[in-house]
C-alpha cells in the first residue's frame, strides 16, 4: 500500500487525484493541503510513503517543504507535479530531495505511473520536460514515461511562434526575457520531443504547422 500526501493550492486538481485514486487497493491519500508549511506538518503528523506536491503554493513553496521534509525524513520519497518545465525549477527540486517530477497537463495515467515509480525507490521523470543537459542529476536506473503523442510546453510553443516569425535565439530570449541558453536549450528539448534532426527542420516545422502569426 502506498499511502500518499498531495500539496497543492488548486483544490479541483486535489479532488481530480482523489477521485482517480477513491478505488485503488494500492494507493491510499491519507492527506491533502494546499501550501508547503501545512504540507511539512501533515507529513510530521502522518508520515506518508511518498508525497507529491506543487513548486509555486503560498506561505511556503514546494521547494523549501520538500527541503524540510528531508532533512526530517529522508526515506519519504518525493515527486513534484508541476506546470513548470524550466530545468531551473527542475534542478531547485531535485537539490531539495525530489525524485521525481512531472507536469500537470502530462495526465492522470502518467501520474499514476510516476507515483509507483517513486514509491518503489526509482526516479521517474515526465518525458516532456528539460532534462536534456542535467546530467549530474540523472541516473542510469531512472525511468521516463513514455506518451502516445508529442506534448510541447506552452513556453516552447510560445518559441516556435517566434522561430516560425524569424526570430533568432538572442531576440527570442529578448522578447521573453530568458536567457539565451535556455532557448538554445528549449530549441533542443523540441528538436528530440519531434524526432527532428536539425534546427532548420525545427524551423519548418514551426512553419509548416502554421505557428506563424
Known amino acids: 500500500m502506498i499511502t500518499l500526501a498531495i500539496a497543492e493550492d488548486h483544490q479541483m486538481l486535489i479532488d481530480g487525484v482523489k477521485a482517480f485514486f477513491e478505488y485503488d487497493e494500492d494507493v491510499n491519500i491519507i492527506g491533502t493541503v494546499n501550501n508547503g508549511q501545512d504540507l511539512v506538518k501533515l507529513v510530521s503528523l502522518k508520515q506518508p510513503k511518498l508525497v507529491i506536491t506543487d513548486i509555486r503554493m503560498p506561505i511556503m513553496d514546494g521547494i523549501q517543504a520538500t527541503k524540510l521534509i528531508k532533512q526530517q525524513f529522508p526515506h519519504i520519497r518525493v515527486l513534484a507535479m508541476t506546470m513548470f518545465d524550466q ?30 515509480t517513486v514509491a518503489g ?47 533568432t535565439s538572442k531576440e527570442i530570449a529578448e522578447s521573453l526575457f530568458i536567457a539565451k541558453t535556455t532557448v538554445d536549450t528549449h530549441r533542443k528539448n523540441m528538436i528530440r520531443k519531434l524526432q527532428l534532426n536539425s534546427g532548420t527542420e525545427l524551423i519548418k516545422y514551426a512553419v509548416d504547422k502554421k505557428y506563424q502569426f
Do not use: W
Open 87 to 116: 530545468p531551473e525549477a527542475i534542478k531547485q527540486m531535485l537539490d531539495a530531495g525530489a525524485t521525481g517530477y512531472i507536469l500537470k497537463n502530462s495526465g492522470i495515467k502518467m501520474l499514476s505511473k510516476a507515483i509507483v
Open 121 to 167: 525507490g526509482e526516479t521517474f521523470f515526465d518525458p516532456n520536460v528539460a532534462f536534456n543537459f542535467m546530467n549530474d542529476y540523472i541516473e542510469d536506473n531512472v525511468k521516463i514515461g513514455k506518451t502516445d503523442k508529442v506534448v510541447l510546453s506552452n513556453r516552447e510553443k510560445e518559441i516556435l511562434h517566434l522561430i516560425a516569425n524569424g526570430k
